[in-house]
């Protein structure tokens, strides 16, 4: 009875997490299962402590209320892998535990402007656009909110906190101005909410868990892990802030040997799902809840925030035709085709790629990192096709030309409203050609 005694405790916290917990072990799987689908919601709650905190700017950063960035991205920008430089960023925390938001859209002109709201879990509950002609006034309703009235633009939220990322498109730098001016024009009103609580400090298992759980009890959790919460009860996901605490040893030791090489396995980026030829294309389903759940961790390490294959087509590639690496002291060409399925527009990124993988841009003497289908004096051919040139030597068109660093480089291509054939699969790049 002693004995027993002694282990009731134990005993107890096991049967609360769950009956496979009970012999003090998950199965693998179920713990590799509970870091993917934690990581993403960990990531985003370690992002907005990072955004809300900020004490940088002249007015305190607050829930339900974008902070434009009013310039493009840098090679000194490194809080993000893999940046664009083709779009002015928006960013707004969400939260609705005290009613509804009004999310305002300036009048469409023919620019792309979006704006993606994604649930906690870093998956896409809807995209907005501008609408021709008017602006439009959409209400974020949470749920358990009364009906949409007659007539009202309204989006049913399935969730109550949530992040906002607005895009707008620039042509070129002397564009700029009449960006921002739109970007200035997308606004959030309504009730503004405290912050929450700071993430929980720390890496590793016990911070991804606490800061997962710690979101997951506010509730409601993101559909995209809603329903495997019940089945994932052992490793401990969902079943609070303190659940590592109250896991057996030897599940918390499950967490620490599997952590290191599931999060290891997430720096190959979220681009690696299909192959076209020597180009990677992103998972079909990035940036939605029926991704599997490995990509959407990969996701959340490299590119928080992706956009679905609906509004964007992510191509990545470090190797020419013949599979030799990128390296930015050879010289290559991409020949792109005169009827690229982009709606939108298109975009080539050149990225200096670092000793562990993530893609950052890199200094170079026209302070250029990608071209667009905006980009002014682009070489063409007599078929229509575009040509760029590519390497750290500079050619005699520099107008088709993207600078590179000296050491090894990737090539990202995004497409913008792809055709549907294209979102479909029906697209690769061309190969990269060296010279």
């Known amino acids: 009875m002693a004995l027993l005694g002694a282990a009731r405790p134990a005993l107890v916290a096991a049967l609360l997490l769950g009956g496979e917990a009970v012999a003090g072990r998950c199965p693998d799987v179920l713990i590799d299962e509970a870091f993917h689908l934690a990581f993403p919601v960990a990531e985003m709650v370690r992002t907005r402590a990072m955004a809300l905190g900020r004490t940088d700017r002249p007015e ?4 339900n209320r974008f902070a434009h960035r009013p310039r ?7 809080g993000v892998t893999t940046p664009n430089v083709d779009t002015l960023y928006s960013s707004a925390w969400l939260d609705l535990s005290a009613g509804p938001v009004t999310l305002s859209l300036p009048e ?3 620019r792309y402007v979006s704006v993606a709201i994604m649930d906690m879990a870093g998956d896409h509950v809807a995209l907005l656009h501008p609408a021709p002609g008017r602006q439009r006034r959409i209400v974020l309703r949470p749920p358990g909110a009364a009906p949409a009235a007659p007539g009202e633009d309204a989006l049913a939220m399935p969730v109550v906190r949530g992040w906002a990322i607005a895009r707008v498109f620039v042509r070129s730098a002397e564009d700029l101005p009449a960006a921002r001016a739109v970007q200035q024009a997308i606004r959030l009103e309504g009730p503004v909410p405290p912050a929450p609580a700071p993430a929980p400090p720390g890496a590793g298992p016990e911070a991804i868990l606490a800061r997962a759980n710690g979101e997951l009890a506010a509730g409601p959790a993101p ?3 809603a329903g495997r919460l019940p089945a994932l009860a052992c490793t401990g996901l969902g079943q609070g802030a303190d659940a590592w605490r109250r896991l057996p040893e030897g599940t918390r030791a499950q967490w620490a040997a599997r952590a290191p090489q599931l999060e290891a396995s997430l720096r190959l980026g979220f681009a690696t799902e299909a192959k076209a030829g020597s180009w990677h294309r992103a998972h079909p389903a990035t940036g939605t809840a029926s991704a599997p759940a490995e990509v959407r961790a990969a996701v959340a390490l490299s590119g928080l925030g992706a956009l679905p294959a609906a509004e964007v087509l992510y191509f990545r590639t470090d190797r020419d035709a013949a599979g030799h690496p990128l390296s930015g002291a050879r010289r290559y ?10 709606e939108a ?5 050149l990225y200096a790629v670092e000793p562990d993988g993530r893609l950052f841009l890199a200094a170079n003497p026209l302070g250029r990192h990608a071209l667009n289908s905006a980009s002014t004096g682009l070489r063409r051919e007599a078929d229509g096709s575009v040509r760029l040139e590519i390497g750290r030597s500079a050619p005699a068109d520099q107008a088709s030309w993207l600078p590179a660093p000296a050491g090894p480089i990737a090539l990202v291509v995004r497409l913008y409203r792809p055709t549907k054939a294209a979102a479909a699969g029906g697209f690769e790049p061309p190969a990269v050609i060296p010279d």
């Open 60 to 63: 305190p950063p607050q829930p």
């Open 72 to 78: 493009l991205s840098t090679p000194a920008d490194r």
């Open 108 to 110: 469409g002109e023919g």
């Open 223 to 225: 559909p995209g892990l």
């Open 333 to 342: 060409r991409l020949t792109l085709p005169p009827d690229l399925p982009a």
């Open 345 to 349: 527009f298109w975009s080539v990124t």
